[in-house]
């Protein structure tokens, strides 16, 4: 399987490189593949050769760690350097692996990270221009009567701005498509396919599905229709989590007029609360970050938690808060008292929980399994970054690009999967897996039923071995590689995934079974179904 990969890689490369030498001066696509190949390539390439190494001189634990150490001082700095260059498709490819603590080795997380800054906003007059275009108009102030030109985020695809309506003074969040990023996207998304395929093949079926949806990010038409579809599904929800009303009448193919949620990113809280229980530990915030990934690169990701429920941690969060207010006016009061001898001041107390994250979790949980078992109309791309904690702590859900659709019967055999997983049923999860077209080389059963536990339902050493993600599934693979399976479940897994990186950022793992099972009993009771 190694010599077949790196025959296959220099077969390819070769036709890269011709590929390359004759449209030179034709297309941006073709220097950014050979680019990615002649970059990443030997890095990959390089990885793969080591992990060979290991299978056949079986060095140990202290000679294999050493090896991976050195390769990834190595090669960090490269990669993450690649991708800066690149650009484009290949930073959302960055960002989405740092997105969960536990998908690389700590060195590669840290660089990934950097990219959430990586890609600089244009300026309002360049953004305004496919406002004019898109509305047909003079001046973008004819739609827009005020326009904050520092945007509230951008990303590899477009930027979204605050904005006020002139026709009725509402105020908007407005997104906005770059020009000509769709065919460069596109370009990427094939090679990065087949560099995918050669390289690490075990992330061939996600790839495809997720390439899938996510060529349908391009027309905020169908994601303005995603919103408001959305919105009404979760009317029942708005008290905890709000989806923004999309303007539908306003909405073009590269704009995308909404209602603006006020509130901060949940991966800015999560480090403002991290970095103050660094500083009360009296740590950094980088030491403190060290600490925990250190944890699990040695012990694995932990399992569910099982401490207070969203409800206790609540009415202590608010205990909390009071005796902090109460506190502070004693404070207040001797510091005023206290006016001409500053040196004897008190400092304010700060003791309170900036997030209930029993609370977060939960709620997130049940919107995300109402989405799936019960409308079957679901955001395949629910990682920290889509989600805001607004001024009134309810949840604001972003960015529906990617939306899956599920039949009736579809969602009926998925309630059943996480029935069969919460009962440890493998009979049914063979019985579903044919169904789905599941095909392996020799379909082991205890590989599928390792990866079905995996990849839907939970984190942990007693699923994983203690490996991270790469290496659990390259272990899963070797032992049985996998080559199709029907692509309805992929969204699924990528939904429960993400799900569960946010939970193990905010220190909350879960059981995506324990929270699903009894809503999807509920629904095939409901709806006249058996398991």
Request: charged share 30%; aromatic share 10%.
């Amino acid at each position: 399987e190694m010599i077949r990969r790196f025959v296959g890689i220099g077969v390819l490369g070769v036709g890269t490189v011709s590929m390359y030498v004759s449209q030179l001066h034709e297309s941006d696509g073709y220097k950014r593949s050979l680019m990615m190949w002649t970059e990443l390539g030997p890095v990959i390439g390089h990885y793969r050769l080591v992990e060979f190494k290991h299978k056949v001189l079986n060095p140990s634990q202290k000679d294999r760690d050493k090896d991976w150490q050195a390769l990834h001082e190595k090669y960090s700095d490269q990669v993450l350097e690649t991708i800066r260059k690149l650009k484009g498709f290949y930073v959302k490819i960055g960002q989405v692996l740092a997105a969960r603590p536990d998908t690389l080795p700590r060195i590669y997380i840290d660089k990934l990270r950097t990219l959430e800054d990586a890609v600089p906003y244009h300026s309002a007059e360049y953004v305004k221009e496919t406002i004019k275009r898109s509305y047909n108009v003079t001046d973008a102030s004819e739609i827009f009567s005020e326009w904050d030109p520092i945007p509230l985020g951008s990303a590899s695809i477009g930027q979204v701005h605050r904005a006020k309506l002139r026709s009725t003074g509402e105020e908007v969040a407005v997104k906005v498509q770059y020009p000509d990023v769709e065919p460069l996207f596109r370009s990427d998304i094939g090679s990065s396919r087949t560099f995918c395929k050669f390289m690490a093949p075990e992330q061939l079926l996600i790839f495809d599905e997720i390439e899938k949806q996510f060529l349908t990010e391009f027309d905020y038409r169908l994601e303005a229709q995603h919103l408001f579809t959305t919105h009404q599904n979760l009317i029942q929800f708005r008290s905890e989590a709000v989806v923004p009303k999309p303007h539908m009448d306003l909405c073009r193919k590269d704009v995308l007029v909404m209602e603006y949620l006020k509130g901060e990113k949940l991966v800015d809280r999560i480090r403002k609360v991290a970095k103050k229980m660094a500083a009360r530990e009296g740590k950094s915030f980088e030491e403190f970050e060290k600490e925990i990934v250190e944890k699990w690169e040695k012990e694995g990701p932990p399992p569910p938690y099982k401490g207070p429920g969203p409800t206790v941690i609540e009415i202590y969060r608010k205990t909390l808060r009071t005796l902090q207010f109460i506190g502070n006016v004693f404070v207040f009061s001797y510091n005023t008292l206290m006016l001409f001898t500053p040196s004897k001041k008190m400092n304010y107390y700060d003791f309170s929980l900036d997030v209930n994250p029993a609370k977060i979790i939960d709620t997130l949980m049940r919107v995300h399994g109402h989405e799936i078992f019960v409308d079957g109309y679901f955001n395949g791309d629910p990682h920290a970054g889509n989600f805001l904690i607004l001024d009134d702590d309810r949840i604001g859900l972003i960015d529906y690009g990617q939306v899956k659709k599920l039949t009736r019967e579809e969602r009926h055999d998925i309630c059943r999967l996480y029935i069969a997983i919460k009962k440890q049923d493998k009979a049914k999860m063979m019985e579903l897996a044919r169904k789905w077209n599941y095909k392996s080389k020799k379909f082991d059963e205890s590989v599928l039923y390792n990866m079905i536990i995996f990849t839907l339902d939970r984190d942990g050493k007693d699923v994983t071995g203690g490996l991270n993600v790469q290496q659990f599934m390259d272990a899963m693979y070797a032992k049985d590689p996998w080559e199709s399976v029907s692509s309805l479940i992929i969204m699924p897994v990528r939904v429960a995934f993400l799900l569960r990186g946010v939970a193990l950022l905010l220190s909350h793992p879960v059981s995506c079974a324990s929270y699903w099972t009894p809503l999807a009993e509920k629904v095939l009771r409901d709806e006249g179904q058996t398991y």
